[in-house]
């Protein structure tokens, strides 16, 4: 079955700290499609970053970045020189590609998410 | 701005009442998806539209059903509430049915159960 896992459930850093959100997932199928999204405290889902499995390559995205790696099933967000305005709530998200025409194909798969405290 | 507007932002009812949610996607989407959140479940998928027809369905209680309409809105209706049906609940729309669209994700109603 179809699982994320955010083992950290929160972290504290002060500013200009680099912070590593690590996500691990699982999945039977060959076919699938890993997300990030942040909430900050005004309660919004904001999208950041998609992945499909036959792209290992990271992503840099200014101060972000992102790892993917196939043999550990990790997806994992580096935020560098974290500032105040990087607080919030971080959740990885699974979807799954499916049988063509198949049924549960878009629905996200969150993890509990991570609750980044970037401190002045 | 995602684009995607949900209505209301606050709701406050009481127990066994019928409440009703109201979501419009961004322009040009033909798929909308409906959440839960909450403290101990986390966000869970309740149930997916495309073009007005139901895609997929996850943990959405018998209590609560949704539909698509026409020009594309959505409704998430919750009846017979309990307080456990306390919880934020978004409204998100992609362009496309299939697992590659990043989803869009509205602001969210926040239910409260008295």
């Known amino acids: 079955a179809q699982k994320v896992t955010q083992a950290q459930t929160e972290i504290s850093v002060v500013e200009k700290e680099d912070v590593t959100l690590d996500c691990v997932y699982e999945?039977?199928?060959?076919?699938?499609?890993l997300f990030w999204y942040k909430q900050p405290p005004s309660g919004e889902l904001v999208f950041l970053i998609r992945?499909?499995?036959?792209?290992?390559q990271n992503e840099i995205s200014g101060r972000y970045s992102w790892n993917f790696q196939k043999s550990t099933s990790s997806f994992n967000f580096t935020i560098t020189a974290s500032q105040v305005v990087d607080s919030a709530v971080y959740f990885c998200?699974?979807?799954?590609?499916?049988?063509?025409?198949?049924?549960?194909?878009?629905?996200?798969?969150f993890g509990k998410g991570t609750k980044l405290s970037v401190k002045p | 701005d995602s684009g995607v507007t949900q209505t209301p932002k606050h709701l406050i009812t009481a127990t066994g009442q019928r409440v009703t949610l109201r979501c419009s996607p961004r322009?040009?989407?033909?798929?909308v998806y409906w959440y839960q959140q909450s403290l101990d479940q986390g966000l869970q998928f309740l149930i997916h539209?495309?073009?007005?027809?139901?895609?997929a369905k996850g943990n959405i209680l018998e209590r609560f059903s949704a539909q698509q309409f026409p020009d594309l809105h959505s409704e998430l209706n919750l009846s017979s509430l309990e307080l456990g049906d306390s919880a934020l609940y978004f409204c998100?729309?992609?362009?496309?049915?299939?697992?590659?669209?990043?989803?869009?994700f509205g602001n969210g109603t926040r239910l409260t159960v008295t």
């Open positions: 998100a729309s992609s362009d496309s049915p299939g697992a590659n669209s990043p989803l869009h």
């Open positions: 992945r499909n499995s036959f792209d290992e």
């Open positions: 998200a699974l979807s799954e590609g499916g049988l063509p025409g198949g049924g549960s194909q878009g629905n996200l798969i």
């Open positions: 539209y495309y073009n007005g027809e139901e895609r």
């Open positions: 999945t039977r199928d060959t076919t699938y499609y």
């Open positions: 322009s040009g989407d033909l798929s």
